[in-house]
């Protein structure tokens, strides 16, 4: 069993930053894809960035410029700074590991329990 823990979430006015953290544990080989997904109540989840094990990223358009991510391949963990934050990027956002490489093989599609971020003065 993979475990994903999010942490980092917060109350921000506009044009503040914050950082997002999820560490994934369980007996992990590697994980090629960690990405970083948000929701907010009546809408659908969307991507907000993903990063590979390599460091390919991709981000969705609302967010360029503004968010980064990243990855430690050795702690399991993947970041997204987000600056310059708006309010309607206030949402729950989740993590996501895909294609994780385990004792068992590989394991498809892994959730974190979500961290809320809120941007509102």
């Known amino acids: 069993q993979v475990y994903l823990v999010e942490s980092g979430g917060g109350l921000v006015q506009p044009g503040e930053s914050l950082r997002l953290s999820c560490a994934a544990s369980g007996r992990i080989f590697s994980i090629d894809v960690m990405g970083w997904y948000r929701q907010t109540p009546g809408k659908q989840r969307e991507l907000v960035a993903a990063?590979?094990?390599?460091?390919?990223?991709n981000y969705v358009d609302s967010v360029k410029g503004r968010f980064t991510i990243s990855r430690d391949n050795a702690k399991n963990t993947v970041y997204l700074q987000m600056n310059s934050l708006k309010p309607e990027d206030t949402a729950v956002y989740y993590c996501n590991a895909d294609r994780v490489m385990t004792r068992r093989g590989y394991e498809y599609d892994y959730w974190g329990q979500g961290t809320q971020v809120t941007v509102s003065s």
């Open positions: 990063i590979t094990n390599g460091g390919n990223t």
